[in-house]
């Protein structure tokens, strides 16, 4: 309850600052903000499509969104509306349209005509020079040619310096937000000029669309243009390979592989099979051969020394051989008249009956020794040796046709090899290809989703051209100036209150010396209540009386009352009259004893003297008023401090109390022992005097209505 008296009684004390202080900085405010530049607001919504778009890579719309991703998209595109590239190209658009569609004396939906005075002023000769006004494209070219990163050059500092209009500080307020959790976004501009705040909207909403597909486009342009590369590459291979292969079949006279592999391998069976069956003939008729030669010798060297025999019987060899080849090979290897394989058998029967007459010719006998008829054997010989020959052409046959199978294995041997490996490489490469265009086609429809949600960024509400400004800050300007005085007077009368250690009211005092406040002693108003003071001095020494009673003990003599300061100028000699004149107009008897009379501060009696009495005489009076010099230039001797009823520190409301003041005190409190020390301020206030002495004249209802809320009287009559 302490502490908020306080505070209520400090919001009294500084009311005038309170009320006068924030009135002036607001009218101030007010004054300082009539001719406030008005802004007007354009805004825009883009819908983007991110989160619910249809895509071309799930054929659908959007199931299970992703809002990592979604976020991440947003952020980005939020990222690209207000990066630097951006700005600076709607900066340079801005401009040249300003240039091209400016009038210097009628405002119209681009510029105001005092903007345009201003732009035209500060832009250089040379500048103005390359402004096209029939194409603003060329106007570009040339400004985008003209400038320079040099702080000199007039269009790059357009937007690098603090133009109001054109520079990165001035676009970079532009305000992009998401709306809550759609695909939606927000955007806000405002600028002192109506057309400057629609066409820089309008001119970034085409920009930020044009880097957006610029930087996401490049992310698959250069993968789709790899993969469209590398798929001619490998096309190329792929397309040399099979040549190659066509090549190298042609070459090898190769139809199907697998399938000549396989006949030649069904030959090579064949051929084994064969060659055994006439092997074993062979065989068989050279053993029968021998066996017969042994039992009819002089027959066969006959027969075999007949010049005519020998030549029937070559015959029939060389024709058994080329019906062996044909029957082997199936063609007519000797490419003569023989056509088909029965007239070389024709033929051969032919030779072999001839062969047969010549035999019968030459045998001259019919019988062997040993009775037994030649003649059949003679025939069984010659059956046999023809049997023989066509074994043996038969064999050479085969032996050609070995060393055939043996050329075709060689041959085919390396041919399969290389068609294999050729036949890797192409499948392979096939493999690759197909996978690089399974790649080339997805990167195709990734393209193609960025190009249909690049289409989906179109305005839902375009920029509308503002009729008329948004409403100024200037009302919160001068409530907020208000306010912040009002707290500022608040937070440096606490500092004060905390940290000030001027005595001013009772409750500092009490809160700097450790002594009771007897009382306050107001100071004299030279204006307002000037006519009241000498009831206020009333007031406040009959307050000091009643407080200094209750100290007196009269029946042990004179009571002795000693009116001390630290400094001069404290009002003790006023305070000790007063109380004086006082206690006199009440019929005590009363003695006033001051330094400045009697000047006994400096005696040597006084410095060793015990009590009073040693320097004064006195008999029947009630009480003694002592004043003593300042403590801080004399020291009082214990003494008189000790025999005295009351010892009374006089100090000032406007003083501060100091460290040598505190240190003086705590000197005082130890020479006066057990006797009492009380404070008494003087030079006070009117309100801070009536905390202690109740509310003082005049009596007004306002003034006693403050009164009775400063001492929380709130339900009292």
Same mark, same amino acid.
């Given at each position: 309850?302490?502490?908020?008296?306080?505070?209520?009684?400090m919001?009294?004390?500084?009311?005038?600052w309170?009320?006068?202080?924030p009135l002036?900085?607001?009218?101030?405010?007010?004054?300082?903000?009539?001719?406030?530049t008005?802004?007007?607001?354009?805004?825009?919504t883009?819908?983007t499509g991110?989160?619910?778009?249809?895509?071309?890579?799930?054929?659908?719309?959007?199931?299970?969104?992703d809002?990592?991703?979604?976020?991440?998209?947003?952020?980005?595109?939020v990222?690209?509306?207000?990066?630097?590239?951006?700005?600076?190209?709607?900066?340079?658009?801005?401009?040249?349209?300003h240039?091209?569609?400016?009038?210097?004396l009628?405002?119209?939906?681009f510029?105001?005509?005092?903007?345009?005075?201003n732009?035209?002023?500060?832009t250089?000769?040379?500048?103005?020079?390359?402004?096209?006004?029939?194409?603003?494209e060329?106007?570009? #070219?040339?400004?985008?040619n003209?400038?320079?990163a040099?702080?000199?050059?007039?269009?790059?500092?357009?937007?690098?310096?603090?133009?109001?209009h054109?520079c990165?500080?001035?676009?970079?307020?532009?305000?992009?937000?998401?709306?809550y959790?759609?695909d939606?976004?927000?955007?806000? $501009?405002?600028?002192?000029?109506?057309?400057?705040?629609?066409?820089?909207?309008?001119?970034?909403?085409?920009?930020?669309?044009?880097?957006?597909?610029?930087?996401?486009?490049?992310?698959?342009?250069d993968?789709?243009?790899?993969?469209?590369?590398?798929?001619?590459?490998?096309?190329?291979?792929?397309?040399?390979?099979?040549?190659?292969?066509?090549r190298?079949?042609v070459?090898?006279?190769?139809?199907?592989?697998?399938?000549?592999a396989?006949h030649i391998?069904?030959?090579?069976?064949?051929?084994?099979?064969k060659y055994?069956?006439?092997?074993?003939?062979?065989? /068989?008729?050279?053993?029968l051969?021998s066996?017969l030669?042994?039992?009819?010798?002089?027959?066969?060297?006959?027969?075999?020394?007949?010049?005519?025999?020998?030549?029937k019987?070559?015959?029939?060899?060389?024709?058994k051989t080329?019906? +062996?080849r *044909?029957?082997?090979?199936?063609?007519?290897?000797?490419g003569?008249?023989?056509?088909?394989?029965?007239?070389?058998k024709?033929?051969?029967?032919?030779?072999?009956?001839?062969?047969k007459?010549?035999?019968?010719?030459?045998?001259?006998?019919?019988?062997?020794?040993?009775?037994?008829?030649?003649?059949?054997?003679?025939?069984?010989?010659?059956?046999?040796?023809?049997?023989?020959?066509?074994?043996?052409?038969?064999?050479y046959?085969?032996?050609e046709?070995?060393?055939?199978?043996?050329?075709q294995y060689?041959f085919?041997?390396?041919v399969? +090899?290389t068609?294999k490996?050729?036949?890797?490489?192409?499948?392979?490469?096939?493999?690759?290809y197909?996978?690089?265009?399974?790649?080339h086609?997805t990167?195709?429809m990734?393209?193609?989703?960025?190009?249909m949600?690049?289409?989906n960024?179109?305005?839902?509400n375009p920029?509308l051209?503002?009729?008329?400004?948004?409403?100024?800050?200037?009302?919160?300007?001068v409530?907020s100036?208000?306010?912040?005085?009002?707290?500022?007077?608040?937070?440096?009368?606490i500092?004060?209150?905390?940290?000030?250690?001027?005595v001013?009211?009772?409750a500092? +005092?009490?809160?700097?010396?450790?002594?009771?406040?007897?009382?306050?002693?107001?100071?004299?108003?030279?204006?307002?209540?000037? *006519?009241l003071y000498?009831?206020?001095?009333?007031?406040?020494?009959?307050?000091?009386?009643? /407080?200094?009673?209750p $100290?007196l003990?009269?029946?042990?003599?004179?009571d002795?009352?000693?009116?001390?300061?630290t400094?001069?100028?404290?009002?003790? /000699?006023?305070?000790?009259?007063q109380?004086h004149?006082?206690?006199?107009?009440?019929?005590?008897?009363?003695?006033?004893?001051?330094?400045?009379?009697?000047?006994?501060?400096?005696?040597? #009696?006084?410095?060793l003297?015990?009590?009073?009495?040693?320097?004064?005489?006195?008999?029947?009076?009630?009480?003694?008023?002592?004043?003593?010099?300042?403590v801080?230039?004399s020291? %009082?001797?214990?003494?008189?401090?000790?025999?005295?009823s009351?010892?009374?520190l006089?100090?000032?409301?406007?003083?501060?109390?100091?460290? %040598?003041?505190?240190?003086?005190?705590?000197?005082?409190?130890v020479?006066?022992?057990?006797?009492? %020390?009380?404070?008494?301020?003087t030079?006070?206030?009117? *309100?801070?005097?009536?905390?202690i002495v109740?509310?003082?004249?005049?009596?007004?209802?306002?003034?006693?209505l403050?009164?009775?809320?400063?001492?929380f009287?709130?339900? /009292?009559?």
């Amino acid at each position: 309850m302490e502490i908020l008296s306080q505070i209520i009684r400090m919001l009294l004390r500084i009311k005038y600052w309170l009320i006068i202080t924030p009135l002036v900085t607001s009218i101030i405010a007010i004054y300082s903000t009539k001719n406030m530049t008005r802004q007007y607001e354009v805004s825009t919504t883009i819908y983007t499509g991110i989160a619910s778009g249809f895509t071309i890579e799930t054929g659908q719309e959007a199931g299970r969104v992703d809002w990592g991703s979604v976020n991440n998209g947003m952020d980005n595109l939020v990222a690209i509306i207000k990066s630097k590239s951006t700005l600076r190209n709607v900066s340079l658009r801005l401009y040249a349209q300003h240039m091209m569609y400016g009038d210097s004396l009628t405002d119209n939906n681009f510029i105001r005509a005092n903007n345009y005075r201003n732009l035209v002023r500060i832009t250089p000769k040379e500048v103005r020079e390359l402004i096209d006004k029939n194409s603003e494209e060329k106007t570009l #070219e040339n400004l985008n040619n003209y400038e320079k990163a040099s702080p000199r050059n007039f269009v790059y500092g357009l937007f690098n310096w603090n133009h109001p209009h054109y520079c990165y500080n001035a676009l970079s307020r532009v305000d992009v937000k998401r709306i809550y959790s759609s695909d939606m976004l927000e955007i806000k $501009y405002s600028a002192n000029d109506p057309g400057i705040a629609y066409n820089t909207l309008v001119l970034l909403n085409d920009e930020f669309v044009r880097q957006y597909k610029y930087l996401r486009f490049g992310e698959t342009n250069d993968v789709v243009e790899f993969f469209r590369n590398e798929l001619e590459k490998l096309s190329q291979k792929l397309r040399y390979s099979e040549d190659s292969l066509t090549r190298y079949s042609v070459r090898k006279k190769i139809i199907n592989y697998p399938e000549q592999a396989k006949h030649i391998t069904a030959l090579s069976r064949d051929y084994e099979l064969k060659y055994n069956d006439i092997l074993l003939k062979y065989n /068989s008729s050279r053993a029968l051969v021998s066996e017969l030669e042994k039992r009819i010798k002089d027959q066969v060297e006959m027969i075999a020394g007949n010049t005519q025999f020998l030549s029937k019987l070559s015959e029939i060899s060389r024709l058994k051989t080329t019906l +062996a080849r *044909s029957e082997v090979f199936n063609q007519d290897t000797l490419g003569i008249s023989f056509k088909t394989i029965e007239e070389y058998k024709n033929k051969l029967e032919k030779a072999q009956k001839e062969l047969k007459v010549i035999s019968d010719d030459i045998l001259e006998k019919k019988y062997s020794k040993e009775g037994i008829s030649s003649s059949s054997f003679v025939e069984e010989w010659i059956k046999e040796t023809i049997k023989k020959e066509e074994a043996t052409a038969e064999l050479y046959v085969m032996d050609e046709v070995k060393k055939s199978l043996d050329e075709q294995y060689e041959f085919f041997s390396p041919v399969g +090899a290389t068609l294999k490996r050729i036949e890797r490489d192409i499948t392979f490469t096939e493999q690759s290809y197909l996978s690089l265009l399974n790649s080339h086609n997805t990167a195709l429809m990734r393209q193609k989703t960025l190009q249909m949600n690049s289409a989906n960024l179109r305005p839902i509400n375009p920029p509308l051209f503002p009729v008329s400004p948004t409403p100024t800050k200037r009302k919160l300007i001068v409530i907020s100036t208000f306010v912040a005085t009002l707290v500022f007077i608040l937070v440096f009368f606490i500092f004060l209150e905390i940290f000030d250690r001027t005595v001013r009211d009772k409750a500092r +005092a009490e809160r700097l010396i450790p002594a009771p406040v007897l009382g306050l002693f107001p100071r004299k108003n030279k204006l307002r209540y000037k *006519s009241l003071y000498r009831q206020y001095e009333k007031i406040a020494v009959n307050h000091l009386a009643n /407080s200094i009673i209750p $100290y007196l003990n009269p029946k042990q003599g004179p009571d002795i009352i000693n009116f001390i300061s630290t400094e001069e100028g404290t009002g003790k /000699s006023l305070l000790m009259e007063q109380i004086h004149n006082y206690w006199k107009e009440r019929g005590l008897r009363v003695k006033s004893i001051s330094w400045h009379n009697h000047n006994f501060d400096k005696s040597r #009696e006084f410095i060793l003297s015990s009590n009073l009495r040693d320097l004064f005489d006195y008999e029947n009076e009630d009480i003694i008023l002592v004043e003593h010099r300042p403590v801080i230039k004399s020291t %009082i001797p214990a003494g008189l401090l000790k025999e005295a009823s009351l010892n009374i520190l006089v100090v000032r409301a406007d003083k501060v109390w100091r460290e %040598i003041d505190r240190i003086a005190f705590e000197r005082l409190r130890v020479q006066s022992d057990q006797t009492p %020390i009380g404070v008494y301020v003087t030079n006070a206030k009117r *309100s801070a005097t009536e905390d202690i002495v109740g509310i003082m004249p005049p009596y007004s209802k306002f003034r006693m209505l403050a009164y009775k809320l400063s001492q929380f009287g709130l339900t /009292s009559k």
